[in-house]
């Protein structure tokens, strides 16, 4: 970027570049093409460690990849009996790399990686527009090494593909401010509009601060700019609501139950369990978030403004947010009073909204909450940090003498901030590398005092300075990074990083470090009292077995790293040779998924067990269908024990799994638990590897 001055700008201080396509000296091609390729090793080395990863959405893709209708609708079976909590576009994406690969981890989790190398590349290509390839380089730098962001874009939730659309969306308004726009406004809201599809109403929080950035600096006339907006709402809306017109539009019968809904209703599902319900805590048919004073729940931390600086969630993503809050500031006092349409000052407003409206919604929501869902802060943090950095050092130069050491003194106090944080991060995992605390603390020195030395007396130190300063406000996450990339994790839950005090176990799973649940589970998917975490130990009548009500189960079945870190772990999930739980699969024996397998050509579904990631389990080691009674909680009413014994009479399942299912803390239908009471009353059991079964097929009619 031209360190020029804005004319306009009673300040002087620095603007953005006149000409953003001016060429770039000689460097940044190379440095850009470097940092890419880091960043896509340190995405896909070892990728295949993690198995299924989340297998719930692996045995989705599976299924979609096997059939068209599984694919459109999202469903967690090709028989199509029930779909994923989610809007189904992250599903697609993957359903057809298997479809193009065949059904291994590779195919599964390289089409997030890939994701995140191009959320890099968009991220740079939007900050270096207005404020240079510095800048942009610097955000891609932060956005790869933030430990949440290296996690996701390593595992197959739907957050990978959430963040890549809103990042492109972020790109596409940054063109849209620069010639006022309408192809490219509209291009943001479409872009928005599929991140719906994505991950629902959770793409919707960087809406309101898109529209109002622009409407505050287009440069055009007020009515053409609300109609501009307007027009882009109205691209939103279709984006997002063709699927979910069809859904609504198409007979209950001719589709599969909407997961997540109590109605069978993907509105219901879009407003209550995956919207508002969020945010209140009235999850109906959840596992429990928080409701109540504080709110969070079990799964989250409390809730309130430090909440993303908390034991759970802090080692995450917050190593460089509070240099990324005095960077927003100090460069909106730079832009003091600049005009209207002012380009730097656009920038910080629109990644500065982002960071506070989604930081503030996920600090004070009292449904559930998960610590990986941080990852969508990641590129507002990454941004901030690169373009109030880059505004303060070229104050220095182009300045007045006061600005010019008030900018050098918040570049000093932002190092030292962070250093102290990092050490502070650091400590909570203190028998995890503890010489890097004080490495970081003791570089956060040398960096001040190379930055003050460079402003007073020796200016060729400017440089040592600014790498010095890097490498301390890199370090820790760096760090927590490439131990993310070197640790297999599977599971609904995985957390980035070793395990920290006041964190949900190693990677997420494992037993709890800190808090109400501390060393209430030994790491193995049940309790430590003993008792089985889930369902119908044996089958039963749904209710022996369950975990008394808020008691969440632990250990490898509530997911996160595998336990050992080996490749077969990984591949076969870390519930292996138990039942399955309600955040992760089992894998069969070779005993029992030959059994499964037999007669499989004459049923819909092979088998049916209570749980989404119970069934998920089966259901990828046979590739052949296995229906999921009550959804992802089994809270579901899909099936109703009526459809369930019409299913039964015609013949379209022949095994009943016992050992799965939880039906939740928050209300929910009680579906699942007739049906399993129905079938242990009804037909007789078998035990097969620690696994109960009820053979079905002699209710068969006809």
């Known amino acids: 970027m031209d360190s020029t001055r804005n004319p306009s700008h009673p300040s002087g201080a620095p603007t953005a570049s006149a000409d953003p396509s001016a060429p770039s000296t000689a460097w940044v091609r190379p440095a850009l093409a470097a940092l890419l390729l880091a960043t896509g090793l340190l995405y896909l080395w070892g990728l295949g460690a993690s198995g299924w990863a989340n297998s719930y959405y692996a045995a989705a893709a599976q299924a979609g990849s096997q059939d068209w209708t599984a694919f459109f609708y999202g469903s967690s079976d090709a028989g199509n009996s029930i779909t994923v909590d989610k809007t189904p576009a992250s599903l697609w994406l993957m359903a057809l790399s298997v479809r193009l690969f065949g059904l291994n981890s590779w195919a599964l989790l390289v089409p997030q990686a890939l994701c995140g190398v191009a959320t890099f590349g968009l991220l740079y290509a939007a900050v270096r527009r207005w404020y240079g390839p510095i800048a942009g380089l610097i955000a891609g730098g932060v956005l790869a090494v933030t430990p949440v962001a290296t996690l996701m874009f390593r595992f197959n939730n739907p957050d990978a593909l959430l963040v890549l659309l809103l990042v492109a969306a972020a790109y596409a308004t940054v063109r849209a401010l620069e010639t006022a726009s309408t192809r490219w406004l509209v291009l943001a809201g479409a872009l ?56 609504e539009l198409v007979p209950a019968a001719h589709r599969p139950y909407i997961g997540g809904s109590q109605s069978n209703s993907v509105l219901e599902l879009t407003l209550g369990y995956n919207g508002l319900g969020r945010i209140t805590g009235n999850e109906v048919g959840s596992v429990g978030g928080g409701g109540g004073p504080g709110g969070g729940g079990p799964f989250s931390g409390q809730a309130g403004p430090l909440r993303m600086f908390g034991g759970q969630v802090g080692g995450q993503i917050s190593w460089l947010l509070p240099a990324a809050l005095i960077l927003l500031v100090a460069g909106l006092v730079l832009a003091g009073r600049a005009a209207r349409t002012d380009r730097a000052r656009a920038g910080l407003l629109l990644w500065g909204g982002w960071l506070l409206v989604t930081g503030g919604i996920f600090s004070y929501m009292s449904g559930i909450f998960h610590e990986y869902y941080t990852v969508a802060l990641a590129p507002a943090v990454a941004a901030l940090v690169g373009i109030g950095t880059t505004l303060l050092w070229q104050a220095r130069a182009v300045a007045s003498r006061g600005r010019r050491i008030a900018s050098t003194l918040v570049l000093a106090g932002t190092v030292v901030v962070t250093a102290v944080w990092s050490a502070t991060l650091l400590n909570r995992t203190s028998d995890w590398y503890p010489w890097l605390r004080t490495a970081v603390l003791v570089g956060g020195l040398i960096a001040v005092s190379t930055l003050l030395l460079a402003h007073r007396l020796v200016r060729r130190a400017a440089v040592p300075a600014l790498l010095v300063s890097a490498a301390v406000a890199l370090a820790g996450p760096a760090a927590y990074a490439m131990q993310t990339a070197a640790t297999p994790h599977t599971g ?84 292996r040779g138990g039942p399955g739980g309600l955040l992760d699969s089992r894998t069969p024996s070779a005993e029992l998924r030959e059994l499964l397998e037999r007669d499989g050509d004459d049923y819909t579904w092979i088998a049916a067990t209570v749980g989404s990631n119970n069934a998920s389990g089966y259901q990828l080691a046979t590739g052949r269908p296995v229906m999921a009674v009550g959804g992802f909680n089994g809270s579901d009413p899909s099936p109703t024990l009526a459809q369930f014994q019409r299913y039964v009479a015609d013949g379209r399942i022949h095994w009943f799994l016992g050992g799965g299912g939880f039906r939740g803390t928050n209300g929910g239908s009680s579906a699942s638990s007739e049906i399993a009471a129905w079938v242990a009353a009804n037909f007789p059991a078998q035990t097969v590897d620690g696994v109960t079964l009820y053979d079905l097929s002699s209710g068969r009619q006809g």
């Open 192 to 247: 928005v509009g599929f991140g719906f599809l994505t991950k629902m109403l959770q793409a919707f929080l960087v809406l309101p601060v898109l529209a109002a950035v622009y409407l505050i600096a287009a440069p055009t006339t007020p009515g053409r700019r609300l109609r501009q907006v307007l027009i882009a709402g109205l691209a939103v809306v279709v984006a997002a609501g063709w699927w979910v017109a069809v859904v």
């Open 492 to 575: 609904a839950i995985p957390t980035a990083g070793p395990q920290a005090r006041g964190g949900i176990g190693p990677g997420g799973g494992g037993r709890f470090a800190d808090g109400p649940y501390a060393g209430r589970f030994d790491g193995t998917g049940r309790p430590g009292d003993g008792r089985s975490g889930f369902g119908p130990p044996g089958g039963g009548d749904g209710t022996a077995g369950r975990p008394p009500v808020g008691q969440i189960p632990g250990g490898a079945a509530f997911g996160g790293q595998v336990p050992g870190g080996s490749e077969a772990a990984g591949r076969t999930g870390a519930n």
